[in-house]
């Protein structure tokens, strides 16, 4: 069972963006996460079922960016197969080759 709202760095280290969620937290502060094209910058911030999110995936040469929608808001940080669901590509990127 999901609830309909939870704060963006919860979901995603739920959704195993990030390995932690003060990493996940950092990012959101940071400005490199943007919901429904705005840029996001509190850890705070709710998300609910349908928002779009575009993350900036990585560091240097090698990072990438995903942009996702958000099927569900989930209640823990479960395992890899448990956490794709959270979350479906919205266009070719780098989780549609994975």
Request: charged share 30%.
């Amino acid at each position: 069972m999901s609830t309909d709202r939870i704060r963006i760095d919860k979901w995603l280290w739920h959704a195993r963006f990030y390995k932690t969620r003060a990493l996940a937290a950092a990012a959101a502060q940071s400005g490199r996460i943007r919901r429904n094209g705005a840029r996001v910058e509190k850890a705070g911030l709710e998300v609910k079922i349908g928002d779009v999110l575009t993350l900036s995936l990585g560091a240097g040469q090698g990072r990438t960016v995903a942009v996702v929608r958000v099927r569900a808001c989930g209640i823990r940080r479960g395992p890899a197969p448990e956490a794709r669901l959270l979350y479906e590509a919205v266009e070719d990127t780098a989780l549609d080759r994975d």
